[in-house]
């Protein structure tokens, strides 16, 4: 089952901040960001497992609440280049199959 | 981060012919692969996993038959569209897995297929 994201859109004026969530029914072993731009494949931001393990970018911070099988991903200080859908993909175990959310469109204007 | 090739990026073909899609992990071993789906402006719909040296793992709703996948090496994959239809026209996603060396298994993407069937 896909998991839920939220909002579906966002616009945003460089320098400010914005947060994406991203919620399952299923008990969660891991959430991944990531983020695509048109046409291109999706990038890799981060990767956040229960129990507090985490890997990503440096200038990309993410929350997993395990209790209520949620992660928000935080976009700080936006820059123009952070404009993009991003997805989040949620794994129930450690075999890796991922169910994506239907994405978030994130636009940064000048 | 990791690179994850495939070919072709675009591809056009007739009806009724088949397709072969190519999937590599060109810096890592990856003994699981997936292949996704999308539409325009949709989600990632995963297919199926592809396991190096095993049988591919398909979703429900995802014809074997028609999407034939071989895993024949920790760094190749290959999706074969047999029997094309116009309904198969699609952006075609691979993606390869560090999963096995650590906890913490990332998901590299390919820059994707485009397939057209006329």
């Known amino acids: 089952q896909q998991p839920v994201q939220s909002p579906q859109a966002v616009i945003l004026r460089e320098g400010e901040d914005a947060v994406i969530n991203c919620s399952s029914s299923?008990?969660?072993?891991?959430v991944h960001w990531y983020r695509q731009k048109h046409g291109e494949a999706p990038v890799f931001l981060m990767i956040l497992l229960k129990g507090g393990e985490q890997k990503g970018h440096e200038k990309i911070s993410a929350s997993f609440n395990e209790k209520k099988q949620q992660s928000s991903l935080y976009l700080t200080a936006s820059q123009l280049s952070y404009s993009g859908t991003y997805f989040c993909?949620?794994?129930?175990?450690?075999?890796?199959?991922?169910?994506f959310g239907a994405g978030t469109q994130v636009v940064v204007t000048p | 981060g990791a690179v994850v090739s495939q070919h072709p990026s675009r591809v056009i073909c007739k009806s009724g012919t088949s397709v072969k899609i190519e999937c590599r992990s060109l810096d890592f071993q990856a003994t699981t692969m997936f292949w996704y789906r999308q539409f325009p402006k949709q989600s990632l719909m995963l297919m199926a996993t592809s396991n190096e040296g095993s049988k591919a793992t398909y979703e429900q709703g995802v014809e074997k038959d028609k999407f034939l996948i071989n895993h024949a090496s920790l760094t190749l994959s290959t999706l074969t569209v047999t029997s094309a239809h116009p309904e198969d026209s699609s952006f075609y996603i691979c993606?390869?897995?560090?999963?096995?060396?650590?906890?913490?298994?990332?998901?590299?993407f390919g820059p994707g297929t485009r397939l057209t069937v006329t």
């Open positions: 299923k008990a969660l072993y891991s």
């Open positions: 993909g949620t794994g129930t175990d450690s075999w890796g199959k991922l169910q």
């Open positions: 993606s390869a897995s560090t999963r096995g060396q650590g906890p913490l298994y990332e998901q590299y």
